[in-house]
T-cell receptor, first 112, second 114 residues
């Protein structure tokens, strides 16, 4: 069974520092990998989706890489801001039905 | 604006009662999903539906039921058989099959059993 792990569980950085969030998965047979942001008590907002044939995706200050062979993805957030404080979750799509397996998330706090 | 609407946002239930959570989308997506989120854990899939009048059990379907009579709607019923129903419930949809498969979420419904 696919397992998704996110380490660390929590992270605190000063404003302006770059954020590096890690996601690992046990089965490399994935359709895609998605990164989400969740604010307290809210739903999830999609940040980036990387198809299995891609190596990375970029959107503004966000960049996500995917290495299927090693079962890893990394989300980079450049020049962090207090507004980036949230929980970040990664999820891998494991079959053609669109079912996602989620990690437990990394809680990020950016201090002014 | 296009999106997913979940209601109610907060719900309290007495033990032994069934409750139904509403999920409506106007994104014209075929696929819809229900997830459960518990503190410190990732989301777990309850049920999913790829098309009207069809749905499949996810990883934790016991004690839950769904229907998909309309493309826009995918309500979830939490029955009295669900042993630990207090959780945050999230509905999602995607254009899987016609697009990238990106998942869009509603704002969630928090259920508390008294």
């Amino acid at each position: 069974k696919q397992e998704v792990t996110q380490i660390p569980a929590a992270l605190s950085v000063p404003e302006g520092e770059n954020l590096v969030l890690n996601c690992s998965f046990t089965d490399s047979a994935i359709y895609n990998l998605q990164w989400f942001r969740q604010d307290p008590g809210k739903g999830l907002t999609s940040l980036l989706l990387i198809q299995s044939s891609q190596r990375e995706q970029t959107s503004g200050r966000l960049n996500a890489s995917l290495d299927k062979s090693s079962g890893r993805s990394t989300l980079y957030i450049a020049a962090s801001q207090p507004g980036d404080s949230a929980t970040y979750l990664c999820a891998v799509e494991t079959d053609s039905w669109g079912k996602l397996q989620f990690g437990a998330g990394t809680q990020v706090v950016v201090t002014p | 604006d296009g999106g997913i609407t979940q209601s109610p946002k907060y719900l309290f239930r007495k033990e032994g009662q069934n409750v139904t959570l509403s999920c409506e989308q106007n994104l014209n997506h075929d696929a819809m999903y229900w997830y459960r989120q518990d503190p410190g854990q990732g989301l777990r899939l309850i049920y999913y539906s790829q098309i009207v009048n069809d749905f499949q059990k996810g990883d934790i379907a016991e004690g839950y039921s769904v229907s998909r009579e309309k493309k826009e709607s995918f309500p979830l019923t939490v029955t009295s058989a669900q042993k630990n129903p207090t959780a945050f419930y999230l509905c999602a949809s995607s254009d899987r099959g016609r697009g990238t498969g990106e998942l869009f979420f509603g704002e969630g419904s928090r259920l508390t059993v008294l």
